[in-house]
């Protein structure tokens, strides 16, 4: 069977403040496998789609702004319970609560700029690896 895959975002706050290397190497140390990497700026169009469970939220139109707002690194990542796995060392979405030694525990103070995305379940991976990656889906 294929290794499970995940969606990966280092966000613009992450990439602006030089944080791509640290979170390439914890998930390389935690043995995940790189399999697809690109640099890009979203289109509101994408954003939108990419976070559409979340349209009817008072924090919508701030996070696509922010998403939108600056480069951001795309990654997908393979290993046993790949999307466990990289939601584990991301920690939780407000970074106050985080657990020190997570990502986000480590980086971050505030629930928008919380440095990482990554998928919820195989499903939501499966429809975000298509959405940024159409060739690999
Ligand atoms: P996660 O990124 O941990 O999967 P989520 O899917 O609930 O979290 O939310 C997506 C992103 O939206 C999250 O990474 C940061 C932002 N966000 C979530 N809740 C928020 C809130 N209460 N205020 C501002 N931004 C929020
Ligand atoms: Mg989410």
């Not at 008072?58 to 790949?82: K, M, N, Q, S």
């Not at 991301?90 to 103070?109: E, M, Q, S, Y």
């Amino acid at each position: 069977a294929t290794p499970a895959r995940t969606l990966v975002l280092v966000k613009p706050d992450g990439v602006a403040r030089g944080l791509v290397g640290e979170v390439i190497s914890r998930l390389e140390a935690k043995g995940l496998r790189l399999v697809a990497a690109e640099l890009r700026t979203l289109d509101r169009d994408v954003a939108e789609e990419h976070y559409g469970e979340h349209r009817e939220k008072p924090f919508f139109g701030p996070l696509v702004e922010f998403i939108t707002g600056g480069p951001l690194l795309a990654l997908v990542v393979e290993g046993p319970r790949a999307v466990e796995a990289f939601r584990a060392l991301a920690g939780a979405t407000d970074p106050v609560k985080a657990a020190p030694g997570t990502i986000r525990g480590d980086f971050g103070l505030e629930v928008q700029n919380n440095i990482v995305h990554g998928s919820d379940s195989d499903e939501s991976a499966a429809r975000e690896i298509a959405l940024f990656f159409p060739k690999l889906a």
